[in-house]
């Protein structure tokens, strides 16, 4: 019995000597890389068990791992394979220790793990390097983040500025708040649409604070509600107003002379202008670029509001009118005014207040901008994201290809573009859901 502790002591030892001996000869025997169009995977073949530690830099962007217990020599094997991930594989060290750093093209979550041995492999650390943007030619199924459209709805008038005044004794500032707060309800029930309202109550904000407050929420758009006001009872009818050219250029001369708003105006771009001397011209380079966006898109906007408040008011003018009122006057943020009708006149100040006219009117000024944004919707916006996904067919696609490519079913495929049969054309425009 007690030669067989002993025995089984010697036995314990000399594993345990061979063990730690084994520990401290590792070694890197090979290094073998194997690349998949998502994901990249690099084996070191060791010669015992890896003791290792990882983490990841950036600038540049690197893996790097510290290996213990390693044989002095730091030099690695030569590399088998490459990835487009990865630059380099290179190592230095001291001691006991080996440190490999792997320099990548990009970020990457590497996953670092050792794998016990299994004929014909030995002991391994592994590194699975996913890459998350494959260059492929497909394109890219990951949904991004994309933001809201924001739509400012200024109710005109409020507070002691009750706005025009209708002969049965109706305000203005009263028809106008209602009307902005159910066109609000309607964007903001609509995903990709946010409203903000410039005032939400009845209280008096002055003119220029409200293009203030529409560029401090990085509005896309400023609508403007008022009802028209004439001297004589007859004139009828809604009418859409913009920026008119002359005022816009005026204003952007009087905002370059208060050399302090140019931040505000500019945005970011204000931060690269740093010379002064050129700061005048860049400033109003950028500024009549954007006054120039502005005003294309209100003019756009104001003949889809027609279009759609033609539908259940009279107009009192087809066309897009341009002046300098009220709102009007911020060259950066697309603006327009809406005349919904006139309260001046009897029969349209009855229809003004009534609910089911107002809410006739919130619905089709919504109508008016939701086409507007789908039809010209910003870069970075749900709306751009949402027209992205859609595909034209090329020769040689056929609908299960295209159900296979988008990783959608060819049922989804056949019933969001309503088609009967299986066959497509090419030039034809899918829906891809
Ligand atoms: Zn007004």
Do not use: E
């Given at each position: 019995m007690n030669n067989n502790y002993y025995n089984f002591k010697a036995a314990l030892l000399s594993l345990l000597t061979l063990f730690s001996f084994t520990a401290l000869a590792n070694q890197v025997q090979g290094v073998r890389v194997w690349p998949s169009p998502d994901n990249t995977r690099v084996v070191f073949d060791m010669a015992g068990e890896p003791q290792h530690k990882s983490f990841s830099l950036d600038k540049p962007d690197r893996l790097v791992i510290d290996l213990t217990n390693?044989?002095?020599?730091?030099s690695l094997p030569a590399v088998n394979g490459e990835s487009s991930l990865i630059k380099a594989i290179r190592s230095s060290g001291s001691g006991n220790t080996m440190r490999i750093v792997l320099d990548l093209t990009k970020a990457s979550k590497a996953n670092v793990f050792a794998l016990p041995p299994t004929p014909p492999y030995g002991h391994r650390l592994v590194v699975d390097l996913p890459d998350?943007?494959?260059?492929?030619?497909?394109?890219?199924p990951a949904i991004r983040a994309a933001r809201d459209i924001v739509i400012a709805i200024d109710a005109g008038h409020g507070g002691e500025d009750p706005g025009s005044i209708g002969p049965s004794g109706i305000y203005e500032k009263h028809i106008t708040l209602p009307i902005a707060r159910q066109l609000a309800q309607l964007i903001d029930r609509q995903p990709g649409m946010k409203a903000m309202m410039v005032r939400t109550n009845d209280y008096y904000i002055h003119v220029n604070r409200r293009t203030e407050i529409a560029r401090g929420q990085q509005a896309d758009l400023l609508v403007s509600i008022h009802a028209d006001a004439f001297t004589s009872p007859q004139p009828r009818g809604a009418s859409v107003w913009v920026l008119s050219l002359r005022r816009a250029t005026t204003e952007v001369g009087r905002m370059l002379e208060q050399t302090e708003r140019h931040s505000d105006l500019l945005g970011g771009v204000a931060e690269i202008i740093k010379d002064s001397a050129n700061e005048r011209y860049l400033a109003q380079t950028v500024l009549d670029l954007s006054m120039n966006h502005s005003m294309v898109t209100a003019y756009q906007v104001a003949n889809e509001v027609l279009s759609e408040l033609g539908r259940v008011t009279h107009l009192h003018k087809k066309e897009p009118q341009a002046a300098s009122l009220g709102v009007l006057k911020a060259p950066d943020i697309p603006s327009i005014l809406v005349e919904v009708g006139f309260i001046s006149n009897p029969q349209e100040e009855k229809q003004l207040k009534s609910p089911s006219h107002q809410t006739q009117l919130a619905r089709s000024l919504f109508a008016a901008l939701k086409r507007h944004f789908e039809k010209s919707p910003p870069a970075d916006s749900l709306f751009a994201q949402q027209r992205a996904r859609e595909h034209r067919v090329s020769a040689g696609e056929s609908l299960s290809l295209l159900a296979q490519r988008y990783n959608v079913s060819v049922d989804e495929l056949r019933s969001i573009n309503q088609l009967t049969s299986d066959s497509i054309r090419v030039g034809q425009t899918l829906r891809i859901p």
């Open positions: 390693v044989k002095g020599g730091t998350d943007q494959p260059q492929r030619n497909l394109p890219p």
